[in-house]
Nanobody
Framework: QVQLQESGPGLVKPSQTLSLTCTVSGGSITTSYYYWSWIRQPPGKGLEWMGAIAYEGSDYYSPSLKSRTSISRDTSKNQFSLQLSSVTPEDTAVYYC????????????WGKGTLVTVSS
């Protein structure tokens, strides 16, 4: 069974860069035709898809976050990472990594999520 685990700092200062890593076990991030996504949920709000990196390395971003977001991967460690620059308190959220099987029916495996608070 595929498992995903987010890791990274729980507190980031405004204007700094938020960096998170998702470690995947039970399956390879290079397996066709999966997409590995980052999704967040601010307190009291709905889920927001941020972006994804595909099995072959292509990356995709939400238009509203594209200018501040970068997703990369380390295939040797079976990990993919999120960087969100110039954060503000509005970026405070639970951040999830998830696998998208590309069927159009949403994510099939999720990490437990990690709370990142942006505060000075």
């Amino acid at each position: 069974q595929v498992q995903l685990q987010e890791s990274g700092p729980g507190l980031v200062k405004p204007s700094q860069t938020l960096s998170l890593t998702c470690t995947v076990s039970g399956g390879s991030i290079t397996t066709s035709y999966y997409y590995w996504s980052w999704i967040r949920q601010p307190p009291g709000k709905g889920l927001e898809w941020m972006g994804a990196i595909a099995y072959e390395g292509s990356d995709y971003y939400s238009p509203s976050l594209k200018s501040r977001t970068s997703i990369s991967r380390d295939t040797s460690k079976n990990q993919f990472s999120l960087q969100l620059s110039s954060v503000t308190p509005e970026d405070t959220a639970v951040y999830y990594c998830a696998r998208d099987p590309g069927t159009g029916y949403g994510m099939d495996y999720w990490g437990k999520g990690t709370l990142v608070t942006v505060s000075s």
